[in-house]
């Protein structure tokens, strides 16, 4: 049986407690009786949370993860995996993405391979017809072949990616972008928010409350309340806020009422001379 990761095996992850506990539970949804994810579901997964979806790169994914090569994904593998995917850092990124476009695990990344990865990506989502593969791999394979050998090797890839890492995803999509990372790590967080004071839940790493998101709206009131405070109007014990207004108002109505009732004395007092 699978046993479930305490937050203290901090070396087989990056998360915090509350994030290991939400995905010992998510990966028991996944699993179900079998307490492993087959091919079929963690594709899901990696389509619907992750937005992961070539055919090609998420069974490479599947295969890397899968470490005992039984073509399921066991509690240990799930969570060294989401580590990588998740919160990985760029070198744990750069060693799991070569891994996974070293389609025949020969440790280098051959011509064909680019070809058949950049293929599957661009055919379908620019259009671009084969000539204009075959001259884009050209272009990468001369910006990565440090060693002029015609293959790009692991130190290559390496040297390549510490310079420019936005050339981590060059032959398609294999990582959670951050949006996606924080919609699925969501769970985690509002589980604990009845719990933490709102200075210590705005402290989680990954929240960007400057950034425009409608996930991060909640959290975006609660920090301008802690930093402003909340004003609200006095309100007569056992009276709501709205009834409460509606006397002012009612207020407001009679004593405008009662000036226009007022006679007009000064016009007899000229009337007179």
């Excluded at 594709?43 to 599947?62: C, P």
């Excluded at 949006?179 to 705005?202: H, M, N, T």
């Excluded at 425009?212 to 405070?229: A, C, E, S, V």
Aim: charged share 35%; glycine share 4%; proline share 3%.
């Amino acid at each position: 049986m699978s046993r479930r990761m305490s937050p203290s095996e901090d070396n087989k992850c990056n998360f915090t407690k509350n994030e290991i506990d939400y995905l010992n539970r998510n990966f028991y949804q996944l699993a179900g009786s079998n307490e492993k994810i087959d091919r079929t579901r963690f594709r899901d997964l990696l389509t619907d949370d992750f937005e992961i979806d070539d055919s090609l790169l998420m069974d490479r994914v599947f295969r890397c993860l899968d470490l005992d090569s039984d073509n399921y994904i066991n509690h240990d593998e799930f969570m060294r995996g989401m580590s990588i995917l998740l919160k990985g850092t760029i070198e744990e990124k750069m060693k799991f993405c070569f891994r996974v476009y070293d389609l025949n695990g020969d440790n280098y990344i051959s011509k064909e391979e680019m070809y058949q990865m950049l293929k599957n990506t661009l055919i379908r989502v620019v259009e671009e017809d084969e000539d204009g593969v075959k001259e884009l791999v050209e272009i990468i394979l001369k910006k990565m072949d440090i060693d002029h050998d015609g293959r790009v090797s692991e130190m290559d890839w390496y040297t390549t990616i510490e310079k420019d890492n936005l050339l981590l995803e060059a032959f398609g999509k294999c990582l959670a972008n951050e949006k996606a990372i924080e919609r699925y790590l969501l769970p985690a967080y509002d589980e604990c928010e009845a719990e933490e004071s709102p200075k210590k839940l705005l402290s989680f790493p990954h929240i960007n409350l400057n950034q425009f998101d409608p996930r991060n709206l909640k959290r975006k009131q609660i920090f301008d309340t802690y930093t402003n405070g909340l004003t609200l109007p006095a309100v007569t014990p056992g009276k709501s806020i709205v009834e409460k207004q509606d006397e002012e108002n009612a207020e407001v109505t009679e004593e405008n009422g009662e000036a226009t009732d007022q006679p007009n004395t000064a016009a007899p007092a000229t009337a007179a001379h």
